[in-house]
């Protein structure tokens, strides 16, 4: 019986062992967002799960647009070495609006003398662009810039 237990633990400390995660997070006065991650270890690092939101403070976004939501779906672009950790989230308007979507790109660096499971840190971009009705000729864009801090275990 007590083979058979450490066999059981031994298989599901394994699992564990296989994957990771890693979270993001800015906060500054117009734009403010937290992101999260589970990712596999090894070959590609693939994201299995992945939730965020992104709060824009600025009253000429679109309210939706403004109050964005993320999913696994949502993700555009992911790298994650040893190095760098980058992401690149793209989100459309819900339903029959006209086009208009939220970019969000984060670029960031492991700090000097981290191995790849720590902190990095670097920079972040949102854009928004909104076509507020079929006859609007020229669309509500707005971009906004900071730092942002992660955490990749």
Same mark, same amino acid.
């Given at each position: 019986?007590?083979?058979?237990? %450490?066999?059981?633990?031994?298989?599901?400390?394994?699992?564990?062992?296989?994957?990771?995660? @890693?979270?993001?997070?800015?906060?500054?006065?117009? %734009?403010? #967002?937290?992101?999260?991650?589970?990712?596999?270890?090894? @070959?590609?690092?693939?994201? #299995?799960? #992945?939730?965020?939101?992104?709060?824009?403070?600025?009253?000429?976004?679109? =309210?939706?647009?403004?109050? =964005?939501? #993320?999913?696994?779906?949502?993700?555009?672009?992911?790298?994650?070495?040893?190095?760098?950790?980058?992401?690149?989230?793209?989100?459309?308007?819900?339903?029959?609006?006209?086009?208009?979507?939220?970019?969000?790109?984060?670029?960031?660096?492991? @700090?000097?003398?981290?191995?790849?499971?720590?902190?990095?840190?670097?920079?972040?971009?949102?854009?928004?662009?909104? =076509?507020?009705?079929?006859? =609007? %000729?020229?669309?509500?864009?707005?971009?906004?810039?900071?730092?942002?801090?992660?955490?990749?275990?």
């Amino acid at each position: 019986m007590r083979l058979v237990a %450490v066999a059981v633990l031994s298989i599901c400390a394994g699992e564990a062992l296989a994957s990771g995660g @890693l979270s993001c997070e800015a906060k500054d006065k117009a %734009v403010s #967002f937290d992101v999260s991650a589970g990712v596999s270890r090894g @070959l590609g690092a693939a994201i #299995f799960s #992945f939730n965020g939101a992104v709060k824009v403070a600025d009253k000429k976004v679109a =309210t939706d647009l403004a109050n =964005t939501a #993320f999913e696994l779906d949502h993700v555009a672009q992911y790298w994650l070495d040893g190095e760098e950790l980058r992401l690149r989230l793209y989100r459309e308007h819900e339903g029959d609006k006209p086009h208009g979507y939220v970019e969000l790109e984060i670029l960031t660096k492991a @700090l000097p003398g981290d191995d790849g499971e720590g902190i990095y840190e670097g920079s972040y971009s949102l854009g928004t662009y909104d =076509t507020v009705d079929e006859n =609007t %000729v020229e669309a509500i864009t707005s971009s906004y810039e900071g730092k942002v801090s992660c955490f990749v275990e």
